[in-house]
């Protein structure tokens, strides 16, 4: 961040100086732009000049360059997946909301108490647009996709993992032996796996216990398999945080006659939240990756519904544009989402500027 | 219900046991009763290109899915009435065994140790696939036989490898190899002519076909060098949705040995020949004894067409695969394709 900031403060002219100042980043400047002039022509040819922006599968065959025209035709498919055409505004708008609401949370000055209602609701309002019922046409999870299933697991995923994680922490720092034990084992046991491990018990291991005829939908346990996940990574970033509160602080609440529950809510976890944001910005960027992990179950998330896209008789072998959009769409929210966390870092931790 | 589970899941029996108690639930009854329960047939499917893949609109496409459209049919009248359930290699054994699915139309091949360790039983074969050769046209070669000294693309340690060494072995000629690790390599040696032959399951290179910059200058053989008999599987313990199942495919059989097309099948309801008659339930006797609407057949029919109407649409000519139907044609041509009678 040093160098940014710094670039900032002296314009132009002290960037390039850092660029070229020395003979080293001289040559590290001449090699990347080189890179660069390789690299580029190609990919523009590619991208660009040579791409097929529109029509049906035929005016791409022989191109030369990328079929845009294949992501013109499947962009629907991509975003909502299975979800019926007829209702996909439900889809889109379920998208929304959930971003909606990730941007209405992004500003330090609205963390009340009101917004983990908000969350609650736009959770529900998104469940119901999803699925249906009470006057909507009910849609069953199995066609849920694309983007909004992406947004739904990540965001359902942090949500409930999050009061679950901060109880682990707290279980974990718990003077009694058996919450401690308890605590230990979930969080070790969890972090030791791979999520795709989890995703299999969930998915494989899971309905072979049930007995026949009962069946929990797959988006269920894969949601509540990736929960778990999540609560174990947040329970150790939220502890470590809380690790770093000064002693001082409980001490002196207490001695002021505070009881224990009352310093742990209003002195302690306050302090220690606040210092988990970094990590827990680290943590959802990752979470958000995760997610793509369920297709190896057959649930339609974006990444899936992309691979099912190309699978199509019609649209064959359009892979290296299918994937590009792909990637572009992961990087732009990823990208947001992470310079989205340097900025609240600085924001939170004033003293630590330089 | 019978023991349908692999023995080493056994072990598991008291949770199962644990967990019924706690969701208060019976046993549910055979399959084919919870199909009618819910009216619809969950079936099974892969995504693979013409088996089955959404169309841009999310529609199933593809031969699979018009299988399991064709059991809806038999059902229900209705072909819509399906829940396409994806599932995945890994996953799809799971998903039929654990109920989830009640058919799994997702190109299995048919072994005997799927059947028995699985506890499947499997359909009709719906498709004999194995390992074939494309070729370029201009090697002018018409037989496998004929590839004497050829060079041939594979990728090492695969069976796709050792059939290959053992076809030529057997046929006494000899190949060169060029060998490479990944299938995008061994694609791009085929395309720069790097080598004469490209060889994967027929199906597969029918579908590398299709995405070659000239499609039409590449031949498929008609040998296959490996067995890849593709079927439907339903659990242990349901032998009437089982026979259903079979009896749904035969019919696309036997519709095609009669000559009976989607568009033509209304035609045939004044035909004098009896066993016709008997097949699209205008004399009555097959429906009552598999238990379903006597015009059954004719339903399917008029849903999916017969098998080689979903075959060319979603492999063969009327698709972008162009995959002939070599081994896939009727007996009654030369192909391995039968039904047994209706009667």
């Known amino acids: 961040m040093t160098a940014v900031r710094l670039a900032h403060l002296g314009g132009g002219r002290a960037w390039l100086r850092r660029c070229v100042g020395t003979p080293l980043n001289a040559a590290l400047t001449a090699a990347a732009l080189g890179l660069l002039a390789l690299a580029l022509p190609p990919l523009l040819r590619w991208a660009v000049l040579d791409a097929v922006w529109s029509g049906p599968p035929s005016a791409c065959r022989g191109a030369a360059g990328a079929c845009w025209a294949f992501i013109a035709a499947k962009l629907r498919f991509i975003l909502v997946g299975l979800y019926p055409p007829a209702a996909a505004w439900r889809a889109v708008a379920a998208a929304g909301l959930l971003g909606g609401l990730v941007l209405l949370s992004a500003h330090p000055r609205l963390w009340r108490p009101w917004l983990l209602g908000a969350w609650a609701a736009g959770l529900a309002a998104t469940l119901w647009l999803l699925g249906g019922g009470g006057g909507l046409e009910p849609v069953a999870s199995r066609l849920w996709g694309g983007l909004p299933l992406t947004l739904l697991l990540t965001a359902g995923g942090l949500v409930a993992g999050f009061p679950l994680g901060v109880a682990l922490a707290l279980a974990r720092r718990s003077r009694r032996r058996t919450p401690r034990l308890l605590a230990t084992v979930v969080i070790e046991t969890v972090r030791g796996l791979p999520l795709i491990v989890i995703l299999y018990v969930a998915s494989l291991v899971f309905p072979l216990m049930l007995p026949g005829g009962i069946s929990v939908d797959k988006l269920l346990r894969a949601g509540a398999g990736m929960t778990l996940f999540a609560a174990a990574y947040i329970a150790e970033a939220v502890r470590a945080a809380l690790q770093a509160v000064p002693r001082g602080q409980a001490e002196a609440a207490l001695s002021l006659g505070l009881r224990p529950t009352l310093v742990l809510l209003l002195v302690v976890l306050p302090q220690g939240l606040k210092m988990a944001i970094p990590s827990l910005v680290t943590i959802a960027i990752g979470f958000f990756q995760d997610t793509s992990l369920v297709a190896v179950i057959g649930v339609f998330d974006l990444l899936n519904t992309t691979r099912a896209a190309t699978l199509d008789s019609e649209w064959l072998g359009f892979h290296d544009e299918a994937y590009s959009f792909v990637a572009a769409v992961y990087f732009v929210v990823c990208a947001a989402a992470s310079h989205y966390g340097l900025w609240l870092e600085r924001r939170l931790n004033p003293e630590r500027r330089r | 219900m019978p023991d349908r589970k692999p023995v080493s899941l056994r072990l598991l029996a008291p949770f199962a046991a644990a967990l019924a108690l706690i969701a208060g639930t019976a046993q549910a009854g055979p399959t084919l009763d919870a199909v009618k329960a819910r009216s619809t047939v969950k079936c099974g499917v892969l995504n693979s290109p013409g088996g089955s893949a959404p169309d841009a609109n999310g529609e199933w496409r593809g031969f699979n899915a018009d299988f399991c459209r064709a059991i809806a049919a038999a059902l229900f009248n209705d072909p819509r009435k399906v829940e396409f359930v994806a599932t995945t290699r890994q996953q799809r054994f799971t998903a039929i065994q654990s109920g ?57 340690g695969t069976t796709t490898e050792l059939n290959v060494t053992d076809f030529f072995r057997l046929n006494k000629i000899s190949y060169k190899p060029v060998v ?134 979603n492999y063969g000519k009327d698709s972008p695969l162009k995959f002939a139907r070599g081994p896939n044609e009727l007996v009654q041509r030369g192909g391995l394709i039968v039904s047994p009678p209706f009667r």
Request: proline share 6%.
């Open chain 2, 100 to 156: 989830e699915v009640d058919v799994l139309i997702a190109g299995v091949t048919q072994t005997v140790t799927r059947a028995l360790q699985l506890g499947l039983h499997f359909g009709p074969i719906v498709l004999h696939d194995g390992q074939g050769f494309l070729v370029p046209k201009a090697l002018k070669v018409a037989k496998a036989t004929e590839l004497d000294g050829a060079t041939v693309c594979t990728m090492p």
């Open chain 2, 180 to 313: 490479a690790e990944e299938f995008r390599e061994v694609l791009a040696a085929f395309t720069a002519g790097r080598c004469d032959v490209l060889t994967q399951d027929a199906s597969a290179l029918a579908i590398t076909r299709s995405q070659l910059p000239k499609p039409d200058d590449y031949v498929l053989l008609p040998e296959r060098i490996s067995k890849e008999p593709i079927a439907p599987a339903v659990r242990f313990g349901d032998d009437q949705w089982q026979e259903i199942v079979n009896w749904t495919i035969w019919a696309t059989i036997q519709a095609e040995e009669f000559g009976i097309a989607r568009d033509t099948v209304d035609g045939f309801a004044g035909s004098p020949d009896p066993s016709v008659r008997r097949f699209l339930g205008i004399d009555p006797g097959i429906g009552e004894a598999i238990r379903l609407d006597p015009r059954w057949a004719y339903n399917i029919v008029k849903a999916v067409g017969n098998y080689g109407e979903i075959f060319e649409r």
